[in-house]
């Protein structure tokens, strides 16, 4: 699933801690704070969420918007694996 990743500058004090946590590197510290520069790698893991002190990070899962020929496509894979 993909994720959406944001900081809130007015929150974040510049700590790195998300830097240091995330293993797939979403974030840089630029102008001392930090950016998920790299928010479209997420795995939606929340570490950083859970280091975070200031409360500074959310990460929302996203859904996919399927063409209603895909969801009739999937919809017909699931229903013949009953």
Known sequence: MPYR?????????GCEECVETCTVQVFE???????PIN??????CEGCVGICE???????ELEIDLSPT???LLKDILYDCD
């Open 5 to 13: 990743v944001t900081v809130d500058q007015e929150k974040c004090n």
């Open 29 to 35: 510290l630029r102008n001392g704070r930090s950016l």
């Open 39 to 44: 928010g479209k790698d997420c795995v939606g």
């Open 54 to 60: 200031e409360k500074a990070i959310k990460v929302t």
């Open 70 to 72: 895909v969801q009739s």
